[in-house]
């Protein structure tokens, strides 16, 4: 199966994703390359985007990093990146 994650106990690929997770990997992703890619300050997302990201944290897609002045960001794991690397397919 293609683009399935290394996330140990996980077996599972981008298809398997709702179209709401697949969103908000693309939002994290922005213009940049998902290697390079910084993220979303979590109060720049909807009230849905944070539902949707606590259902993603299990997967090992997203995880929440301290920024500077007691800011915290939404980032793509590398696993999420390489995801995006090989592409969303439907």
């Known amino acids: 199966m293609p683009n399935q994650t290394n996330v140990p106990g996980m077996n599972f690929s981008l298809d398997d994703l709702m179209p709401s997770q697949r969103r ?6 922005g213009t940049d390359a998902p290697a390079t890619a910084i993220g979303c300050e979590i109060s720049e997302l909807s009230d849905a985007e944070v539902i949707t ?6 997967l090992g897609l997203i995880e929440v990093v301290d920024g500077w002045r007691g ?14 690397i090989e592409g969303l397919t439907e």
């Open 24 to 29: 908000l990997l693309a939002k994290l992703c």
């Open 53 to 58: 990201a606590q259902t993603m944290f299990p």
């Open 71 to 84: 800011t915290h960001w939404l980032m793509l794991t590398v696993v999420a990146q390489r995801m995006m």
